[in-house]
């Protein structure tokens, strides 16, 4: 008798991630990452707890359980496992609008996508399954419905820009407030050609620094970077040197101080007052402007050198560099840092038009539409970007903790309970 396909609704699907234990501890551990042999792993060790001697082949025959067969065996469901998964995250890739998809080709090494697509064609389809993991990881369940669904195309400054339906609907009235003022808009949309939203990747790490990936806002669609050409996210410990040294600006820490000393008969009291933040980003915004004068002074003096500067590294690579004057060394010593991290046309356009080029009035109306700028940060400078919270987690509520990968082989059972309890629909009991 032909056994056919059960079509009743509790019937498993192929991308299901199966109601028994075992199967539910595989997807877990997949949907949080888990590699081919991580689920050899697992199995292993839930097979010691379970495994029976013997196995059933039919019609009552029972043969040992060998190390050939349980090997089969656990190489048999561990591949199945990662097909059903595949088969879940390709279904999901495919049912993303066409737009949200086209982020997915997004990578920090190459800009150039058409090429991207010709020499690697299921590129996309993989980024997305690894992203998927670090939106799961991050504690989001369900990232294509929380997250990725409500990511839409709007307009702002007349240039579209794909964002979260969050941070989407507060851009009309950022818009309407600069309004008030005729052909300011047009003004400002002729000023600001870049503009950039949603975008599926981490936080860009500083240079010699390393630990844990973390989800950037753009990730959630929460966050807008403008004209990034002329206005940079500054971060590596060396770079805020050298800028410090040419403007006597430190963009380590806070441009304008939280707070003020107070005079009392002409002299500063030990005493302080708080500065508003209106007061804090205007003032931040007037010492960023000077800072990036002073930097596109220096840089039309120096940017001249980088010729001779090549001749004189290739020289001290080949015989010995010829003989230079003080300022000159120092000014090659500089340029060594900014060409370590930026290209030499990065560095001529800096000249030109500076590090820091949004003006105060534009920076003030994002922030009374919720937007808190980049410019603000603590121990960086990102003068481009704009922001609902530096935590993303504060705006889209994750339904679970974090959930690492090694939490799997810590508590295999309690995983396999809360990713069968996830699938059957209840809601997740953070108190477990």
Aim: proline letters at 6%; hydrophobic letters at 35%; charged letters at 25%.
């Amino acid at each position: 008798m032909l056994k056919t396909e059960d079509t009743s609704p509790t019937a498993r699907k192929p991308h299901d991630p199966g109601s028994d234990s075992e199967s539910a501890l595989l997807w877990e551990a997949l949907c949080r990452g888990a590699q081919h042999a991580d689920l050899k792993k697992l199995l292993t060790a839930h097979e010691n707890q379970q495994m029976p001697s013997t196995a059933e082949l039919g019609m009552g025959i029972r043969v040992p359980m060998t190390k050939d067969f349980i090997d089969l065996h656990r190489e048999y469901k561990a591949t199945s496992a990662e097909h059903a998964y595949d088969f879940r995250v390709a279904t999901e890739f495919a049912g993303l609008t066409n737009d949200v998809k086209e982020s997915f080709w997004y990578d920090e090494n190459s800009s150039d996508v058409a090429a991207h697509k010709l020499a690697d064609s299921d590129y996309a389809n993989r980024y997305y399954s690894e992203m998927r993991v670090a939106y799961y990881t991050n504690g989001y369940s369900d990232p294509v419905g929380k997250i990725l669904s409500k990511i839409r195309t709007y307009k702002f400054l007349g240039k579209p820009v794909l964002l979260h339906e969050i941070a989407g609907k507060r851009l009309p009235e950022v818009e309407s407030s600069l309004s008030d003022v005729p052909g300011l808009v047009a003004n400002l949309s002729r000023r600001i050609r870049l503009i950039g939203g949603f975008v599926p990747r981490f936080i860009a790490p500083r240079e010699g620094r390393k630990g844990q990936k973390i989800l950037s806002n753009h990730a959630f669609g929460l966050a807008i970077d403008l004209q990034w050409d002329s206005n940079p996210h500054i971060k590596d410990a060396d770079v805020i040197r050298v800028i410090k040294e040419i403007t006597g600006f430190d963009f380590g820490k806070p441009l304008a101080p939280q707070f003020r000393p107070l005079p009392y008969l002409g002299i500063a009291t030990k005493y302080a007052a708080v500065m508003s933040e209106g007061e804090r980003l205007k003032e931040t915004c007037r010492l960023a402007h000077i800072a990036s004068v002073r930097f596109q002074d220096w840089l039309e003096q120096n940017l001249p050198l980088v010729p001779k500067y090549y001749e004189w590294l290739l020289a001290a690579k080949v015989v010995h560099p010829f003989p230079i004057d003080d300022a000159t060394a120092i000014a090659f010593t500089r340029l060594s840092v900014l060409l370590k991290h930026y290209k030499p046309q990065v560095l001529h356009n800096w000249m030109k038009e500076g590090i820091q080029t949004l003006p105060f009035w534009f920076i003030a109306r994002m922030a009374e539409g919720g937007f808190q700028w980049g410019g603000m940060y603590r121990d960086t400078k990102d003068f481009m970007h704009f922001e609902l919270d530096p935590y993303p987690q504060n705006v889209i509520k994750p339904d679970s903790p974090k959930r690492p990968l090694s939490e799997v082989f810590d508590r295999p059972r309690d995983s396999a309970v809360h990713s069968l309890t996830r699938h059957r629909g209840a809601k997740y009991d953070e108190r477990r």
